[in-house]
């Protein structure tokens, strides 16, 4: 009898282990993957002062000012590493830009990795994740969020879906469009993300 329960808690342990090295294996290509994805984008993050009305068209109008800041200059770039230089060689004209359109709004403008949830642009999708960003914080920055992704230019240019599809490596932007066979990877890289997010709160 003893040898019979000998046997059947290997067979658990054996299973135990067998569940936590594909986790671990999962979680090592999710990863993977999502930085990956992070290496070939930039994104815009603007953070309104509060939930008022007058706030939240204020963001907006600061958006614009930070974006038509961007366009001319990063008009023509390839590569996100390159965008992410450009954009931090200008913060100061960025940040001027932004502080003009804010009414007299306290402006804080940073360049830098920030957690992000699951989010839609058009029929593009990024997972949760960490990604290089732009963040423009108003004031105390307490009010709804706007994103986008500046490089490639999806808040910048009508055609962003071919400017995106040329800068970015084939899986990268299947992955993003949603491509018939990138459902599941998708899921995973976003389960993960998501995950992340909760642990690092």
């Not at 930085?35 to 614009?64: G, I, N």
């Not at 949830?117 to 423009?136: C, D, I, K, M, Q």
């Amino acid at each position: 009898m003893n040898h019979e329960n000998g046997k059947n808690l290997r067979a658990w342990e054996i299973a135990l282990l067998s569940a936590l090295c594909l986790t671990l294996c999962v979680g090592l290509w999710a990863q993977r993957e999502q930085e990956e994805l992070s290496s070939q984008v930039l994104r815009l993050h603007v953070l309104a002062v509060d939930d008022t009305e007058e706030e939240q068209a204020l963001k907006l109008r600061v958006r614009d000012a930070v974006l038509a800041e961007l366009e001319p200059a990063l008009q023509g770039v390839t590569e996100r590493d390159e965008a992410h230089s450009i954009v931090a060689a200008n913060l100061p004209q960025i940040a001027q830009a932004a502080a003009s359109a804010a009414e007299g709004r306290k402006v804080s403008v940073s360049l830098g990795p920030e957690s992000y949830p699951l989010r839609h642009y058009g029929g593009y999708t990024l997972p949760a994740g960490t990604y290089e960003s732009l963040r423009v914080v108003l004031g105390e920055g307490g009010g709804q969020n706007w994103w986008c992704i500046v490089f490639p230019q999806f808040c910048l240019s009508a055609s962003c879906a071919e400017q995106a599809q040329s800068v970015m490596n084939p899986d990268g932007f299947a992955l993003i469009s949603g491509e018939e066979g990138y459902e599941l990877r998708f899921r995973i890289v976003e389960l993960w993300g998501e995950l992340q997010r909760l642990l690092s709160r």
